[in-house]
């Protein structure tokens, strides 16, 4: 019912910046939160940041806060996860999620998110 793509990825050097970007499809007026998760290799799947769609509220991993910003654009069916000052630890393969349910659990898990898209590669060289 909602299909969602991820593109931005790359390789940069510690300090770096990047801006990933999701597209959404299919039923995307259904979705209520998306957030962004990243998975290291050997490592489970890792929060990184929330949006709440019906206020705008937002929540991140206590170690990207002030580094890293979820924004979204409605009527482009778009969400983008800026990051700044990039870190080796943040090496990762990041992935973008979406829920119809308006509930964000503290600290969001995978398992409250029902879409998700293939996952973008992230890779910060020290």
């Known amino acids: 019912q909602v299909q969602l793509v991820e593109s931005g990825g790359g390789l940069v050097q510690a300090g770096g910046f990047l801006r990933l970007s999701c597209a959404a499809s299919g039923r995307t007026f259904s979705n209520r939160k998306v957030g962004w998760f990243r998975q290291a290799p050997g490592k489970e799947r890792e929060f990184v940041a929330v949006?709440?769609?019906?206020?705008?509220?937002?929540y991140y991993l206590d170690s990207v806060k002030g580094r890293f910003t979820i924004s979204g654009d409605n009527a482009a069916n778009m969400v983008y996860l800026q990051m700044k000052n990039l870190k080796p630890e943040d090496t990762a393969d990041y992935y973008c999620?979406?829920?119809?349910?308006?509930?964000?659990?503290?600290?969001?898990?995978?398992?409250?998110?029902?879409?998700w898209g293939q996952g973008t590669q992230v890779t910060v060289s020290s």
């Open positions: 999620a979406a829920d119809p349910s308006p509930i964000v659990v503290k600290p969001p898990t995978p398992s409250n998110y029902r879409y």
């Open positions: 949006l709440s769609v019906s206020d705008g509220a937002t």
